[in-house]
Nanobody, 124 residues
Framework: QVQLVESGGGLVQAGGSLRLSCAAS????????MGWFRQAPGKEREFVAG????????SYADSVKGRFTISRDNAKNTVYLQMNSLSPEDTAVYYC?????????????????WGQGTQVTVSS
């Protein structure tokens, strides 16, 4: 069992930056692929970024490539999402998720554990 708690969301102006954190409980953090997803009002949840178990491989949605960076610190049981050049289109609730797979997958239904989400609002 893995419990995930996100933090770092908030209100930021367009062009600004935020760093989201996701702290995981349990000893199995390093055996999980980690992902970030987001859901905007009236829209379906979408994959944002994912990182392999030891951080050697990452995957990004096209909409965030070059602006967002996912990273992890297995010693701290934490995964991060650095978000730069934010735009109002990035406004959403951001969720951290853990997948017991060995590859980074983009389907939300494939992830086993989810956090409660953190709100990111980007004003124009």
């Amino acid at each position: 069992q893995v419990q995930l708690v996100e933090s770092g969301g908030g209100l930021v102006q367009a062009g600004g930056s935020l760093r989201l954190s996701c702290a995981a409980s349990g000893r199995t953090f390093s055996t999980n692929v980690m992902g970030w997803f987001r859901q905007a009002p009236g829209k379906e949840r979408e994959f944002v970024a994912g990182i392999s178990r030891v951080g050697g491989r990452t995957s990004y949605a096209d909409s965030v490539k070059g602006r967002f960076t996912i990273s992890r610190d297995n010693a701290k049981n934490t995964v991060y999402l650095q978000m730069n050049s934010l735009s109002p289109e990035d406004t959403a609730v951001y969720y951290c998720a853990a997948d017991q797979s060995i590859v980074v997958r983009t389907g939300g239904h494939e992830y086993d554990y989810w956090g409660q989400g953190t709100q990111v609002t980007v004003s124009s």
